[in-house]
């Protein structure tokens, strides 16, 4: 059973209403952070088991972990806020280029 997401298309860039690449980047760069640290304190609150059964590099792979899900998270769509940091990163420019 194959339960990895669909993969997105972003070959191409009329799909993408956001001109300004390397703003909209950032933005998403920024989500993927964010998420990937709020899922890391999820991960530090759920308690140990499932994948992981403590050790030395626990905290190293769960925050490891929590990075990765951040990117896969914002990659596929994110939750809302890469858009909201596009739109403030543009009106910090003086605007749209």
Do not use: C
């Amino acid at each position: 059973m194959d339960v990895a997401a669909p993969a997105l298309s972003t070959s191409s860039a009329s799909k993408n209403p956001h001109p300004d690449v390397k703003a909209w980047s950032a933005a998403q760069d920024f989500e993927a952070v964010l998420i990937g640290e709020l899922t890391g304190h999820m991960f530090k609150t759920s308690g140990t088991g499932g994948s992981f059964s403590g050790g030395e590099a626990e905290d190293t792979w769960r925050g490891i972990l929590a990075e990765q899900v951040g990117k896969e998270i914002s990659r596929a769509g994110g939750v809302g806020i890469a858009s909201s940091v596009y739109g403030e990163i543009i009106r910090l420019q003086g605007g749209a280029k």
